[in-house]
């Protein structure tokens, strides 16, 4: 048969592991609800311990800290649920107050003749706190709708309901405050032990429940940002693409005469190929106008692919990078630009040399800020140079474009960077905010690194690593 003090001991043990549990589970993190609920329970045990052991401590020690241990823990329960619900938080220090009045009136009343009150008054005490935190309860439930809330407003109704009939009873039953054997009493605890154990599984079952809808709510998010993250770079993709067909507009001309010389050249050789079917028929001479014909079909067909790869469109595809390579064939591309221009290219290039990252969006870097380069030398009067450089320095690869342009005045130097910002009168103020970003995705950075009176010199650095697949 269990008797009354196992009922304080289920108390004790309840709230003891239900602290250890909180503190343990979420440990690290920043969670002063399940703190502070952890905090109260173990309080809470604190305060029945004492009132279990009365007749080993002093009455001081029994009715002040006792009593004091057990009813500050329900301002910090509502404290802890009022954190998780985000809604303002009362006056700590005022519930700490209204406890230890309440813990020294029950000594007071100890100590003089008045003290058969003692169960009366403290019954009416933990009943009007319990009352009170019912009425807390309903009001966050209200706001935040949690059905445990809800649950918790009635268990603190029907602890106050308990502690009313114990006080009524109290006179009749000659109840001492604790423990009392009597039966009226045993009864009205066990429902209070109830009451107790209910009230943690609910908080458990509101804190647990909480943090699995905040992981719904962060997976969610991070999808979300996966989706918006995919569409940046589409978007990106979609921009370097449109920037380049922009930037090398004047080049056309060029691609144009350089495919016109294959293609007359195949027209020729093929006239000769007829003229000596029609005459005399010579293998070995129609065999070399056929190697010819075939050389400069190949040559028109690189020209067009090369071409068509540029402005080629599609995801973005990380892969191997052969900068060494890139960096030569967007020089060939803006070549006629520059003879159109009148503008020496000076270029030393190192072997070699791989990142990761995207073809056509490391193109558009290329060809935007060798564009700038151009524009800003097509007006100047004088020699007209770009130099480009392409060199390893530890673990990174740079490119270096320079040129000897009247270069960007100094109050403009922060702003280059910054969308639709643009000195040009028919640009759109895209082409570097779109290479700084691109270079970012690719962990990169883009710098202007000077720029006088003297020319203008921006630089490319990429990191030579690769994910563990590809070096594995």
């Known amino acids: 048969m269990f008797s009354i003090e196992s009922l304080y001991l289920v108390m004790i043990l309840m709230n003891v592991i239900v602290g250890v549990l909180l503190l343990a589970y979420f440990k690290g993190k920043d969670d002063p609800s399940s703190r502070l609920w952890a905090y109260a329970s173990f309080s809470f045990s604190l305060g029945l311990g004492v ?3 009365g007749q080993w401590v002093t009455p001081f020690v ?6 004091f241990a057990t009813i500050f823990p329900y301002f910090l329960y509502l404290r802890s649920v009022k954190h998780l619900a985000k809604i303002k938080l009362g006056r700590l220090w005022l519930g700490a107050f209204i406890s230890l009045s309440f813990s020294l009136i029950v000594w007071i009343l100890v100590n003089t003749s008045n003290a058969w ?12 706190v319990c009352f009170w935190s019912a009425r807390e309860y309903f009001l966050i439930f209200r706001k935040f ?3 445990y809330i809800r649950f918790l407003s009635y268990l603190m109704l029907i602890g106050g309901g308990s502690w009313v009939i114990r006080a009524v009873l109290s006179k009749s039953f000659s109840f001492q405050f604790a423990p009392d054997a009597v039966p009226a009493n045993w009864l009205i605890l066990v429902v209070i032990t109830v009451v107790v154990l209910l009230r943690q599984i609910a908080y458990l079952l509101i804190r647990f429940g909480s943090a699995e809808k905040e992981t719904e709510i962060i997976l969610a998010l991070n999808d ?3 989706h918006t993250i995919d569409q940046k770079n589409a978007l990106i993709k979609t921009l370097s693409t449109s920037v380049k067909a922009n930037q090398v507009g004047g080049a056309v001309a060029g691609i144009v005469h350089e495919l016109s010389q294959p293609l007359g050249a195949i027209g020729l050789n093929t006239q000769l190929l007829l003229k000596s079917i029609n005459t005399t028929p010579d293998p070995t001479s129609q065999t070399v106008i056929l190697n010819h014909i075939l050389q400069d079909n190949r040559r028109a067909a690189n020209i067009i692919s090369r071409l068509r790869n540029f402005y080629q469109k599609g995801p973005v595809d990380y892969g191997r990078v052969d900068i060494s390579a890139l960096v030569p064939r967007v020089l060939d591309l803006v070549a006629p630009m520059c003879i159109q221009n009148d503008i020496q290219m000076e270029t030393r290039i190192e072997s070699n040399l791989m990142v990761w990252g995207d073809v056509g969006e490391l193109e558009m870097v ?3 800020v060798l564009s700038n380069a151009i524009n800003a030398l097509s007006t100047q009067t004088g020699s007209r140079v770009i130099r480009t450089t392409l060199r390893q320095s530890g673990d990174q690869v740079i490119v270096d474009i320079q040129d000897n342009g009247p270069g960007i005045p100094e109050d403009r130097h922060t702003d280059i960077f910054n969308l639709f910002h643009t000195s040009k009168s028919q640009g759109l103020g895209v082409g570097l905010w779109l290479s700084r970003a691109i270079m970012e995705n ?3 950075q883009i710098n202007l690194v000077t720029s006088t009176e003297c020319g203008t010199l921006f ?10 697949a590809e070096l594995s």
């Open 51 to 53: 009132i279990l052991a």
């Open 62 to 67: 029994r009715y002040v800290i006792g009593n």
């Open 117 to 128: 009150l003692v169960p009366v008054y403290a019954s009416l005490g933990f009943a009007v």
């Open 145 to 147: 709708h949690n059905q």
């Open 224 to 226: 979300q940002l996966t």
């Open 366 to 368: 290329v060809v935007n």
């Open 442 to 444: 690719h962990t990169g």
């Open 459 to 468: 630089s490319l650095q990429l990191p030579q690593q690769f994910p563990l």
